[in-house]
């Protein structure tokens, strides 16, 4: 981000892009570049003065009603819960192909490969928080929506992520 945006010295977009719009533009591109919905994120936010507080995210340890107070605390729902914890499908983290921005996660979290004692891999797909959410009724529904459609997943992944970009920004 640092590099980006000493880069934009001198152009057209020097002082009109913060590195919080370039966070935002970079994820949202990451996913594009993927396989994944193209997102139109909205730019012109104000960059923070220090760095968030300590515990704003919630642990990857957490269960799901954690998670889900931890989003609500946000404004955010289950739904957005779950539609961007789909982002876990990219990395390396046993949900698919790592460079692909697909519903693998879901179809993966339906079938639970962390429980298969045949696999000596198990322990290292997911994360504890990643497997608690098939666990939670209200969780699974939204998988179990985003497995059978990759396209509705798409959608309220796109839609969740601008939500999420947005919260809490101080715009110019």
């Known amino acids: 981000i640092e590099q980006v945006s000493d880069a934009l010295v001198k152009t057209p977009a020097e002082g009109r892009l913060s590195k919080a719009d370039l966070v935002a533009l ?11 919905p193209l997102m139109d994120v909205p730019v012109g936010r104000v960059d923070a003065a220090g760095p968030d507080p300590e515990y704003r995210m919630v642990s990857e340890k957490a ?20 539609a961007l914890s789909g982002a876990h499908t990219i990395g390396g983290k046993g949900f698919g192909d790592p460079v692909t921005f697909d519903n693998a996660y879901y179809t993966a979290l339906l079938a639970k490969p962390w429980l298969d004692p045949n696999n000596s891999m ?28 990759q396209q509705l997943f798409f959608r309220d992944f796109a839609a969740a ?8 920004a101080v715009w110019a």
């Open 63 to 82: 269960g799901a009603a954690a998670l889900v107070a931890n989003f609500a605390d946000k404004g955010l729902g289950v739904q957005q819960l779950v």
């Open 161 to 168: 992520y601008l939500q999420l970009t947005s919260k809490g």
């Open 122 to 149: 198990a322990a290292m797909i997911g994360l504890p928080s990643d497997h608690a959410l098939p666990d939670d009724p209200e969780c699974l529904a939204f998988i179990r929506a985003y497995a059978a459609d």
């Open 26 to 36: 970079a994820g949202a591109h990451a996913v594009a570049v993927c396989g994944g």
